[in-house]
């Protein structure tokens, strides 16, 4: 894989909502991938950031998107948080380094925000994600997450 070029998607574009529509099947079996609305309103919310993965050889972009990953930054109380959520890349791409870029770009842009912590879940089945966590200074909590379906 050549180098990749990481950038925060500013506007919808065909091949981000065909990125997504690939990607997001290969992260969840149960959620549908966002059509066109609901990615123009993530793309236009000023919490949330979508970062996308490409290819690139000498700086230029010139491949499909690889990967994607959503970073919200949001102020509570107690200071500025931030949380990754839904990280994907490619079956064709993982193991590449494409996961460690998205995540270390989020990281710094929540740096950039003021963020005090940055957090996420894994399912413990995504051993190479863990760990991936892990290598990049994430620590395992001790807490009980709790999930409430909205009837």
Not at 28 to 48: C, D, F, K, N, W
Not at 94 to 118: F, I, S
Request: charged share 30%.
């Amino acid at each position: 894989m050549g180098a990749l070029k990481i950038t925060e998607a500013t506007e919808v574009t065909d091949d981000l909502e065909e990125a997504l529509a690939r990607l997001i099947p290969q992260l969840s079996r149960s959620s549908p991938a966002p059509g066109r609305p609901q990615i123009e309103e993530m793309v236009a919310a000023p919490s949330t950031m979508l970062f996308v993965a490409r290819l690139a050889v000498d700086g230029e972009i010139t491949g499909d998107i690889v990967g994607t990953l959503t970073l919200v930054v949001f102020r509570i109380p107690t200071a500025v948080r931030a949380w990754i959520e839904d990280v994907v890349v490619d079956e064709s791409a993982r193991g590449r380094g494409v996961g460690e870029a998205l995540t270390v770009e989020a990281l710094d842009r929540a740096r950039v925000a003021g963020a005090k912590t940055v957090e996420l879940t894994s399912r413990p089945s995504r051993e190479e994600a863990n760990r991936l966590y892990q290598r990049l200074g994430f620590e395992r909590r001790e807490t009980n997450v709790y999930r409430y379906e909205i009837p």
